[in-house]
């Protein structure tokens, strides 16, 4: 499918349903793969990067944790699109472009800011508990601003800051409250670092083949 014809296509789906402008899409078979290698594509990535999954610090409703700063700024932003596969929810990167399936199909996006962070103690979504690693924190637009404020006037690096999720989906607010400066401990130190290579290779957008087949019979969620 050529650019023009994609672009003409788009302008037809504006008026159509959810599900219609989804499997429209979808039926583009000069494009198409199986959800399963759509999603043997994302994890074959990730595997590549770091691990089956992507190693973030996962907050519940209610939920906090003591967080330490690797770098002031993110090491990425991008917009991601989170979408329910017969009840397993799914993210992935937007390709922030006007041949981007899912925006086109319709489904909403949230921008996320992708810090590193050394965290002391913390309970992984399996119920496994991990200590003194470097894990990633993925910032919604609000969050970042709060970031990007404690950077300027305080510092981020220099001190651990307490996070607590509050509410869920749209209404998701995370309160952030910066310590005072302290020294990180030697055993954080020695902690092995995520590189920003691989923060980089686990947010790449996957390729428009997967991203259509991914999306399916999709119900459209963000958090």
């Known amino acids: 499918m050529s650019i023009k014809s994609f672009k003409q296509s788009l302008k037809k789906k504006e008026h159509r349903s959810l599900s219609e ?120 637009s609000r969050t970042f601003e709060s970031l990007k404020t404690i950077a300027l006037k305080k510092g981020l690096t220099s001190r651990w800051c307490d996070i607590s999720r509050e509410g869920e989906g749209f209404q998701t607010t995370y309160v952030v409250i910066p310590d005072d400066p302290e020294k990180l401990s030697l055993t954080l130190r020695q902690a092995k670092l995520i590189t920003k290579d691989s923060v980089e290779e686990l947010f790449a957008p996957p390729t428009r083949k997967s991203m259509i087949a991914l999306l399916g019979s999709a119900e459209d969620s963000t958090e």
């Open 21 to 140: 402008r989804i499997e429209e899409s979808a039926s583009d078979t000069s494009w198409k793969l199986t959800q399963q290698q759509a999603v043997q594509e994302i994890e074959a990535r990730k595997a590549a990067a770091k691990g089956s999954y992507i190693p973030a610090v996962y907050l519940k409703d209610g939920e906090n944790s003591r967080l330490r700063f690797v770098d002031e700024a993110p090491v990425i932003t991008c917009y991601q699109h989170t979408i329910n596969r017969g009840g397993r929810f799914r993210s992935f990167t937007c390709m922030n472009t006007d041949e981007c399936p899912a925006c086109a199909a319709g489904q909403n996006r949230s921008f996320r800011a992708v810090y590193r962070v050394y965290v002391e103690s913390f309970k992984d979504k399996q119920g496994k508990m991990h200590k003194n690693e470097c894990r990633l924190f993925l910032a919604n």
